[in-house]
Each structure stands twice: as C-alpha cells, then as structure tokens.
C-alpha cells in the first residue's frame, strides 16, 4: 500500500510540474520526462533513507539532487529555466517529502 500511495504522491507533483509545461506547449518528451521523473522521485523521495534527513528536508535534498542531469542538459539552450526547475525541484520535493513522512 505504501508503494502505491509514493507514486500517488509523484503522480500528484508531476501533474503540478506539466501543467505550466502544456500551457507553454513544450514538447511533449520534455513534459513525459518531467511526470516520469516525479513518478520516480514519489517513490524514491518516500522510501529512501538519508541520515540526519527526514520529512520536507530529506524530499529537498533528493529532489534537487536527482534534478541536476536534466537542469545540465536543459542549461545549454535554455539558461533562464534553470533556476525554475531548481526552485520547482526544492518546493514540490519538499511537499512530497513532508507527506511522504505522514504515510
């Protein structure tokens, strides 16, 4: 159960990450990436165990650090998104880590 509800939690991240992505009409690769990388990330964000980490600061930590290939890759045509994946990467990875702890 607790395997679902962590990609329940992902897949509620993702849809908030694409939905500014399908408004802007970024490909469509771009924004299936995004929703499979929340996927993941709810899963890993929710049973991962980082010493000294827990709740919102353990979801933070994961969440930025598993976004920086994309954010290397996304840095050489785009500069400008960098920081909004970094700062979409830190708040919906610190909601996904403070729920995953209530689980």
């Given at each position: 159960?607790?395997?679902?509800l962590?990609?329940?939690?992902?897949a509620?991240?993702?849809?908030?990450?694409?939905?500014?992505?399908?408004?802007?009409?970024?490909?469509?690769?771009?924004?299936?990436?995004?929703?499979?990388?929340?996927?993941?990330?709810?899963?890993?964000?929710?049973?991962?165990?980082?010493?000294?980490?827990?709740?919102?600061?353990?979801?933070?930590?994961?969440a930025?650090?598993?976004?920086?290939?994309?954010?290397i890759?996304?840095?050489?045509?785009?500069?400008?998104?960098?920081?909004?994946?970094?700062?979409t990467s830190a708040i919906?990875?610190?909601i996904?880590?403070?729920?995953?702890?209530?689980?």
């Open positions: 159960m607790k395997i679902l962590s990609f329940g939690l992902g509620i991240a993702g849809i908030i990450d694409v939905i500014p992505m399908i408004i802007q009409k970024i490909d469509k690769y771009s924004t299936i990436s995004a929703f499979v990388q929340w996927l993941i990330l709810g899963f890993f964000i929710t049973h991962i165990k980082i010493p000294g980490l827990d709740g919102w600061s353990k979801g933070l930590v994961t930025v650090l598993m976004s920086l290939p994309i954010i890759l996304v840095a050489k045509t785009d500069p400008k998104s960098v920081i909004i994946i970094l700062l919906l990875g610190s996904v880590g403070f729920f995953s702890n209530k689980l």
